[in-house]
């Protein structure tokens, strides 16, 4: 048998490999593999799906993630994919492999995190599979949420013209992942990532990559000033990569200013200190979990009033390609460099 | 802080330890942890979610189950909840976690398996997750489902006097288990669980244990019957385990017969030649994936002639116990001694 190392695909590479065989037979799917969440019609509102599986050693490293805080995290990640639906999260169920080296209050802190993620976000979490795990600690959760039909937003809906809004900033949390790597050794499991010296000033950059928040306030913001994007996802891999899901999705091109990026000032002084180019943070490091959204041109004025929104570009013609316009009005093409953990 | 060792909990004492603080908020939560799937109502049927993971070395072994066949399987438990709650399966989400040492072409043959019982149970793949593992194979299914309201069927609702229902039969999964495993050494990794020689004849037990199928034709048989359950589960943990649960979930009591238990001739052979006790294996065996449910006695004429299901026995009072009826007549109480990861 032909042996092809998954490497050679490329992690979106293997995903389209797996899925592209895959055509949706039943009636109730309205949308299967390729936004953030699947959307079914089973009669009423529209119910929305998505899943994340994370894996010890590859998607948190347990040297310096408090386990509540993994937890909470691990819940508020499904989330905000369905809010990059324009949906509601209503529910999740949780898959949970343990190893045996746990003791059963480490589960429990596990545990008050995602409860913790759960009440703050108005989620119930009503079900799982809980088993031994003869390797690290895996967790598995699938959110369900709602979303009338007419509200729903796709990648697919980008048109020419339309603005380009990123919420929040980015880049922070990958300069916080990079800051927490550094002072690893140090830790030597004594401590969190909450208690280290090396750390004061820059908890927010910590709180970014150990508890994101999901955008729920954004989607309200937005429905309140009746401003309904036309394609919307989160910012998981890094702005380049979704905006080009986006264009790809959209059939359309982009121009995204350098200038208008929106970044933290404690992450560009520790990007400094780092000798990292925070433009490159901004536009590749993962985990931000902002809302990267396009929007009518029509919608500017009711836009502007709303706090944390920032218009980083517009969609432009397929032909016209994916660019990042410079500071000093160089072109250069946006890549999808983003976090990819069979490269890392 | 105290360290409680996992297994001095149990599996279902860490379960119930995780869950019994979380009390459903969401108004469309209908029913929560504690059933084969839970419950949702987003205004038209009901939407019912399960899931399950699936962890190397845990839940498979590798070196004797084929990747296609895992695949199979791993959405098949899915399905197998869905039909325990009297529903329709409609669509899965896939997490996998894949290890660099798996080349392009194993990870094909695990989702030819998925595809396989997609198609044959009319589900749709509809999303998922798939990233690096640094440890072993996991696979993450999470199954939706529909029903209309009046059709779904809980663990709760047995009453005293009830029928007592399997489908098939009981403990042959356990035993080809049990000839995998005593075979395991001779493969070597050369062959996979099809083409054993010694397993000639046994193909069946084998069949049941690598490729199970969830009973579809069961509940198709019973609806088209008009007969509804009174409680449904299906068969994962054992006879015992999953009457137990029935009856603390419609605080009853039960009265098994043991000369009534459905036992595969070949099943019976192997568990002889193995000196193990085919009744024990019948009662504790998990894995079957058939259906367990009670009815009300007056479709007793509407039970008998529905191909390949079994009166085993009736409901009773909580006070009488969950018992098993021997063949001269003795009385023994039933015991949940199923599989049960953190004990293997």
């Not at 079914?40 to 408090?66: A, C, S």
């Not at 999740?92 to 802190?109: K, M, N, T, Y």
């Not at 004594?190 to 004061?200: H, P, S, V, Y």
């Not at 994101?212 to 998981?236: C, F, G, N, Q, Y």
Request: charged share 25%; net charge negative.
């Amino acid at each position: 048998m032909a042996q092809t190392e998954i490497n050679t695909l490329g992690e979106f590479g293997l995903i389209r490999h797996l899925t592209e065989q895959i055509t949706p037979q039943q009636p109730t799917t309205v949308k299967g593999v390729g936004d953030d969440a699947a959307v079914m019609n089973y009669g009423g509102k529209r119910t929305l799906v998505t899943t994340d599986l994370l894996l010890e050693g590859v998607h948190f490293n347990l040297e310096y993630v408090p386990l509540k805080h993994l937890g909470y995290k691990a819940v508020v990640v499904n989330l905000s994919d369905i809010y990059a639906m324009n949906g509601t999260p209503t529910q999740i169920v949780v898959g949970l492999g343990i190893s045996a080296r746990f003791p059963v209050e480490a589960i429990d802190e596990l545990y008050s995190g995602i409860r913790l993620a759960c009440e703050k976000y108005g989620v119930d979490l009503v079900g799982g599979d809980t088993s031994a795990s003869m390797t690290g600690l895996t967790i598995s959760i699938t959110c369900i949420g709602t979303a009338e039909e007419k509200d729903i937003v796709y990648r697919s809906g980008a048109k020419k013209n339309d603005l380009i809004c990123v919420s929040g900033n980015l880049g922070t949390a990958y300069l916080g992942l990079q800051l927490l790597e550094r002072e690893r050794i140090a830790l030597q499991g004594q401590k969190t990532g909450d208690e280290i010296d090396a750390f004061k000033g820059r908890e927010y950059l910590l709180q970014r990559q150990l508890k994101p928040e999901a955008r729920k306030d954004i989607i309200a913001a937005l429905r309140e000033a009746h401003i309904h994007p036309t394609a919307m996802m989160d910012v998981s891999d890094g702005l380049s990569s979704e905006l080009l899901h986006i264009c790809h999705e959209s059939q359309c091109g982009c121009a995204v200013y350098e200038d208008k990026l929106p970044i933290n000032y404690e992450a560009a002084k520790v990007a400094e200190e780092m000798n990292l180019n925070i433009v490159t943070c901004a536009l590749n490091g993962g985990e931000d979990y902002e809302l990267l959204f396009t929007c009518d041109i029509k919608d500017y004025e009711k836009l502007i009033p709303i706090e944390d929104i920032y218009i980083v570009g517009h969609i432009t013609d397929a032909a016209d390609g994916s660019i990042l316009i410079g500071r000093n009005g160089e072109q250069l093409p946006l890549k999808a460099q983003g976090w990819n953990a069979f490269w890392e």
